[in-house]
Nanobody
């Protein structure tokens, strides 16, 4: 059962902004334990865009640094990805996932949702 639902994607011109949402279903564990945003462009591997772990530490892909901001609203158990200065290269399906820290690194876990399509026109 998919318990995270992404929304907020759309078509935007280069330089524009979008805010994506990742809502956990009722009764789900808190996202404050760790959540990440990932994206997959056609023909490409899924890649991490941004993540936030317990304690508030964040990490961004180089392509997202200075433009994207990940945050969590604990009361709503919803994570957000504010995307500014969007570029055509940001066009992809965006997914959110819980993440878990292991000795080997930090990884997504659980089922992937439908994602939300972001299309940036030049």
């Amino acid at each position: 059962q998919v318990e995270l639902e992404e929304s907020g994607g759309g078509l935007v011109q280069a330089g524009g902004s979008l805010r994506l949402s990742c809502a956990a279903s009722s009764g789900s564990p808190s996202l404050v334990n760790g959540v990440g945003w990932y994206r997959q462009a056609p023909g490409m591997e899924r890649e991490m865009v941004a993540r936030i772990i317990s304690g508030g530490s964040t990490k961004y892909a180089d392509s997202a640094k200075g433009r994207f901001i990940i945050s969590i609203d604990n009361a709503k158990n919803t994570a957000y990805l504010q995307m500014n200065s969007l570029e055509p290269e940001d066009t992809a399906v965006y997914y959110c996932s819980r993440i878990v820290a292991t000795l080997e690194g930090i990884y997504p876990f659980g089922s992937w949702g439908q994602g939300t399509q972001v299309t940036v026109s030049s």
